[in-house]
């Protein structure tokens, strides 16, 4: 069974820094690229960002390039989102999810590209 666990979720002030993880289990984490979500209340699930399954390749949505970096540390089974210069319209629960193919060339930004998800973690940033 997969378990992706997210945490490092909180409050901090605009311009701060967080930094995700979300640790997976389950599967052989190598195989599956990762990415990111985030759902603010009453707006769609939207992309955040996606990384390869051997780190070299990475995918930003608009809003956040150049500001948030995602990461993974294969050898733990874990994948990373640092996240700095927040803006209160960062504020959302962020989510992690595991790619539903193996090794795929493209890194996907669709929802329904990803099989299994996490619980979510909080990221509230005040103005």
């Known amino acids: 069974q997969v378990q992706l666990v997210e945490s490092g979720g909180g409050l901090v002030q605009a311009g701060g820094s967080l930094r995700l993880s979300c640790a997976a289990s389950?599967?052989?984490?190598?195989?599956?690229?990762m990415g990111w979500f985030r759902q603010a209340p009453g707006k769609e699930r939207e992309f955040v960002a996606a990384?390869?399954?051997?780190?070299?390749?990475?995918s930003y949505a608009d809003s956040v390039k150049g500001r948030f970096t995602i990461s993974r540390d294969n050898a733990q089974n874990t994948v990373f989102l640092q996240m700095n210069s927040l803006k209160p319209e960062d504020t959302a629960v962020y989510y992690c999810?595991?790619?539903?193919?193996?090794?795929?060339?493209?890194?996907?930004?669709?929802?329904?590209?990803?099989?299994?998800w996490g619980q979510g973690t909080q990221v509230t940033v005040s103005s």
């Open positions: 999810a595991s790619d539903r193919a193996t090794r795929r060339t493209v890194l996907a930004r669709t929802g329904n590209q990803y099989d299994y």
């Open positions: 990384i390869n399954w051997s780190g070299s390749k990475t």
């Open positions: 389950g599967r052989t984490f190598s195989n599956y690229a």
